[in-house]
């Protein structure tokens, strides 16, 4: 039965590698070719960062069962943290590549640096009430950052949290501009920089979900009072979890930060969390693979649709609402089995008869 489990696990991580390889490739080939416009490339590196949003967040909903309405507040700790080093490192280090590399870890830290803060009030809550903490904590970080101004020259850095604090020398930056925000990014994030992040976020959160931790977080999450009585440390799974999670929110933050040329605060609000929250629902919850296709479907759809003005939205929400109906449709679920039940017994019936043939 274990190894029966393990091989399917195996088959089920290896889907999906391969689908997030081939469609990168795809794209990589689709581009060299030139068959796609410059709006369509313009929405890939931001593609990439709400995939890694979605499946981070869906460590914590959905394997960690612990409901999250503050997640894009981690991605804003990142990207700003992000855009601050990437601009003192540049004079420092020519490559762009390593650059963001760096830039991404920094961002990763400081965002589960904050996450770890926030987990140790947060997590002693649960159901409703941690849901409100998390989205206090992202409101809460979005005035703070909306008020914070960070200006880099030949002395260094200078942060301060009223306007007109921070005098530079000639010759220097003001990196964060208060309301203004983060203005004047040099746009070093890239495609393949991004499914090298997806990747990563795969290779993170999959192997954490399939390690003795992670069926211990499950356990939290299917019995906690069975777990507890098991001996497990109940609050420090769900604390590594609810890092885990932020600390690839705030790379996530950093890839799609340092793709624009000026971002705001206003930009991390309750709206994005709860779009963050909406892809790992449609997808499936503990599903990895459904949150990489619902975070690519439900964000390429709205851009699709961009012609239509104020029809877009709408017709989003009815596309959202069929969707939530279908997922979780006791009719459309015994459907959809009985369409792979039939598969497999048709490949087995055929891989016999290529065996007898033989």
Not at 231 to 250: D, H, P, Q, Y
Not at 312 to 322: D, E, K, P, S
């Given at each position: 039965?274990?190894?029966?489990?393990?091989?399917?696990?195996t088959r089920?991580?290896?889907?999906?590698?391969?689908?997030?390889?081939?469609?990168?490739?795809?794209?990589q080939?689709?581009?060299s070719l030139?068959m796609?416009?410059s709006?369509?490339k313009g929405?890939?590196v931001?593609?990439?960062?709400y995939?890694?949003?979605a499946?981070?967040?869906n460590?914590?909903?959905?394997?960690?069962?612990?409901?999250?309405?503050?997640?894009?507040?981690f991605?804003?700790?990142?990207?700003?943290?992000?855009?601050?080093?990437?601009?003192?490192?540049?004079?420092?280090?020519?490559?762009?590549?390593?650059?963001?590399?760096i830039?991404?870890?920094?961002?990763g830290?400081?965002?589960?640096?904050?996450?770890?803060l926030i987990?140790?009030?947060?997590l002693r809550?649960?159901?409703?009430?941690l849901?409100?903490?998390?989205?206090?904590?992202?409101e809460?970080?979005?005035?703070?950052?909306?008020?914070?101004?960070?200006?880099?020259?030949?002395?260094?850095?200078q942060?301060?949290f009223?306007a007109?604090?921070?005098?530079?020398?000639?010759?220097?930056?003001?990196?964060l501009?208060?309301p203004v925000?983060?203005?004047?990014?040099?746009?070093?994030?890239?495609?393949?920089?991004?499914?090298?992040l997806?990747?990563?976020t795969?290779?993170?959160v999959?192997?954490?979900?399939?390690?003795?931790?992670?069926?211990a977080?499950?356990?939290?999450?299917?019995?906690?009072?069975?777990?507890e009585?098991?001996?497990?440390?109940?609050?420090?799974?769900?604390?590594?979890a609810?890092?885990?999670s932020a600390?690839?929110?705030?790379?996530?933050?950093?890839?799609?930060?340092?793709?624009?040329s000026?971002?705001?605060?206003?930009?991390?609000?309750?709206?994005?969390?709860?779009?963050?929250?909406?892809?790992?629902?449609?997808?499936?919850?503990g599903?990895?693979?459904?949150?990489?296709?619902?975070?690519?479907?439900?964000y390429?759809?709205?851009?699709?649709?961009?012609?239509?003005?104020?029809?877009?939205?709408?017709?989003y929400a009815?596309v959202?609402?069929?969707?939530?109906?279908?997922?979780?449709?006791p009719g459309v679920?015994?459907?959809?089995?009985?369409i792979?039940t039939?598969i497999r017994a048709?490949?087995?019936?055929?891989?016999?008869?290529?065996v007898?043939?033989?």
């Amino acid at each position: 039965m274990k190894k029966l489990l393990s091989n399917k696990t195996t088959r089920t991580n290896t889907i999906t590698y391969l689908v997030v390889t081939i469609a990168f490739l795809v794209m990589q080939i689709l581009s060299s070719l030139g068959m796609l416009g410059s709006a369509t490339k313009g929405y890939l590196v931001p593609l990439c960062a709400y995939i890694v949003m979605a499946v981070s967040l869906n460590l914590l909903v959905g394997v960690c069962g612990e409901l999250s309405l503050g997640h894009a507040g981690f991605m804003g700790i990142g990207a700003f943290t992000g855009i601050v080093v990437a601009a003192v490192l540049k004079n420092v280090i020519a490559g762009d590549v390593l650059r963001l590399i760096i830039a991404m870890f920094a961002g990763g830290i400081m965002a589960g640096c904050f996450g770890f803060l926030i987990g140790i009030p947060a997590l002693r809550l649960r159901g409703d009430y941690l849901a409100i903490v998390t989205l206090a904590f992202g409101e809460i970080l979005k005035n703070v950052i909306g008020n914070l101004y960070i200006g880099l020259d030949s002395e260094g850095l200078q942060v301060a949290f009223s306007a007109g604090s921070v005098e530079l020398l000639e010759g220097g930056k003001m990196l964060l501009d208060g309301p203004v925000g983060a203005t004047g990014i040099e746009k070093i994030s890239s495609f393949p920089m991004g499914f090298v992040l997806i990747l990563f976020t795969l290779f993170v959160v999959l192997n954490l979900i399939n390690s003795k931790e992670g069926r211990a977080i499950k356990a939290v999450r299917d019995n906690r009072i069975a777990a507890e009585s098991v001996g497990i440390n109940v609050t420090a799974f769900r604390m590594k979890a609810f890092v885990v999670s932020a600390f690839l929110a705030g790379m996530a933050g950093v890839l799609f930060g340092l793709n624009i040329s000026s971002l705001q605060a206003s930009k991390f609000n309750f709206n994005t969390s709860i779009n963050i929250l909406v892809f790992v629902v449609l997808g499936g919850m503990g599903n990895i693979l459904g949150s990489v296709i619902s975070a690519t479907v439900l964000y390429i759809l709205p851009e699709a649709m961009r012609g239509l003005d104020d029809l877009r939205m709408i017709l989003y929400a009815v596309v959202l609402i069929i969707v939530m109906l279908c997922t979780w449709s006791p009719g459309v679920k015994n459907f959809m089995d009985r369409i792979r039940t039939s598969i497999r017994a048709k490949l087995r019936k055929n891989g016999k008869e290529a065996v007898n043939n033989e």
